[in-house]
Nanobody, 127 residues
């Protein structure tokens, strides 16, 4: 049973920073790529960032490129999302996700490639 638990969300002013964490259990963490997604009220869940099992490869949505950084510590079974220069439009519930068996890094930005999801953590950016 794979479990993902996010933390680190909160309320921050525009221009501020937050770091989200996601602790994974129940599988060989370093063997799988991980992603962050977000969902704003009334909108579809969208891709934010992904990182390969070793951490060597990263991918970002255009909207967060140069502001957000994804990283992982395989010794701690933890993936992070450092969010800088936050904007009101970044307000959403942020979800950590783990790839499903057999999925490809080529499609790491697609929700369907993830089989495991955390409960989400709320990020609110005030203007």
């Amino acid at each position: 049973q794979v479990q993902l638990v996010e933390s680190g969300g909160g309320l921050v002013q525009a221009g501020g920073s937050l770091r989200l964490s996601c602790v994974a259990s129940g599988r060989t963490f370093r063997s799988y790529y991980m992603g962050w997604f977000r969902q704003a009220p009334g909108k579809e869940r969208e891709f934010v960032a992904a990182i390969s099992g070793s951490g060597a490869r990263k991918r970002y949505a255009d909207s967060v490129e140069d502001r957000f950084t994804i990283s992982r510590d395989n010794a701690k079974n933890t993936v992070y999302l450092q969010m800088n220069s936050l904007k009101p439009e970044d307000t959403a519930v942020y979800y950590c996700a783990g790839q499903r068996d057999g999925s490809s890094w080529l499609t790491a930005s697609q929700k369907s490639e993830y089989a495991h999801w955390g409960q989400g953590t709320q990020v609110t950016v005030s203007s």
